[in-house]
């Protein structure tokens, strides 16, 4: 298993799943189709089936019975669990997107940090104008 900590950090594939259908997997997504060497062909995830992006969400079993030598990039927080999933299915070479995924969470994190404290500010001198009036 790799970690992928930045686009640049994934291999070239012409057959490549995201495993995770949710935000994590949107976020790999959009990362992946900036990539020039790497073409997503498909979301996998235990829980949707359909379409995300105009790809189609498939369960593991479908992807082992295309019997295809697809990438297999983990885009979900449950990667300890989808990294056994795919160990006990006999996927042994695959990667884990979550460093990815949380950095590009974390940074919406501070600016919902530094939204808050900015409220917070705006409010208190709303306040403060208030008690001077």
Do not use: C
């Not at 070479?93 to 979550?98: P, Q, S, V």
């Not at 208190?124 to 008690?131: D, R, V």
Request: net charge positive; aromatic share 10%.
């Amino acid at each position: 298993m790799r970690l992928i900590e930045q686009p640049a950090d994934f291999r070239a594939s012409n057959e490549t799943f995201i495993f995770g259908a949710g935000e994590g997997g949107l976020i790999v997504y959009k990362a992946l189709s900036r990539v020039s060497n790497v073409k997503v062909v498909g979301f996998i995830d235990n829980n949707k089936r359909g379409e995300l992006r105009g790809l189609p969400i498939v369960g593991l079993d479908d992807v082992l019975k295309r019997g295809a030598n697809a990438r297999i990039v983990i885009a979900s927080t449950y990667a300890f669990e989808i990294a056994a999933q795919l160990q006990q299915s006999g996927i042994t070479d695959f990667d884990n997107a979550l460093p990815l995924i949380n950095a590009k969470n974390g940074h919406k994190t501070e600016q919902k940090r530094r939204l808050k404290a900015l409220m917070t500010i705006i409010l208190f001198f709303g306040f403060l104008f208030w008690l001077l009036v």
